[in-house]
């Protein structure tokens, strides 16, 4: 692997040229992107091929750099993208443990270069919302989502897939970027962050009107 000052030996080559030929956009962007691959390593079940972006990644990032939102129409069609990838409920059932729920959305470990490889995975909810109000340590990136299932009026858990919200939450959960196109929340289904059974536990935790985090 070379080294990032190998990477910059062209520029500098270039700023002793007095800095009359400034490479192009592309030819930057490229430098860039060969600097920054060079600067990790697969490491445990961390792997560089994380750094590989697909549609919605590109489009978003190229955003943020011009500083606008995505073009509107764009941003539809890279969302219906995103919602072909859902895998809904094999069974049809999409509660699980609310107790099981609460120790996924309270975990964040299984991806790191620290963890071991098939460590169990957790969803790192807590790291952005607040979920049951006993927990005092939460990140505020994303909405709360204490009292989720009780405000938007889940009332039936015996028949969850007939309220639009159960499906709703089933498919944030599963992509995010389905309904929102650079969405900063992780897409736990779609990576492979978090597995149907995992899910389940934590839709439980959100929908289930047992669950603390409704009462
Ligand atoms: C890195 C931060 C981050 C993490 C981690 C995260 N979320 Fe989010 N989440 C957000 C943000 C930001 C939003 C709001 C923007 C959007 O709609 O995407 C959101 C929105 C949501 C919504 C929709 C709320 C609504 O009112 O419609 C749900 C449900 C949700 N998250 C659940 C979860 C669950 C469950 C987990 C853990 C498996 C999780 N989130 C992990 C950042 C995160």
Redesign the pocket.
Known sequence: MKSITQYLAPVAVLCLAGCAAVPSGPELDKLTADIVRASFRDQGPVKVDRLVQDDVNRECSAADVVGKPIDPTLAKTLEAANLKTVKWPSDGKYLGDWKEGEK??QSGRGLTWTDEPGQAIG???Y???Q?DAKEISH?T???S?HH?GKLRGVTDPASPAAQPIVT??WG??WN?KA??AC????R?GHMG??NETQIRH?MA??LDPKSPVNQ
Do not use: D, E, F, W
């Open positions: 996924i959305a969803g790192n909810c790291n952005c919302h979920i990140g990136i994303g909405p989502l989720y709703y939450t944030k959960i995010a309904y929102n969405s900063n929340m992780p736990a962050i978090l934590v935790l959100l």
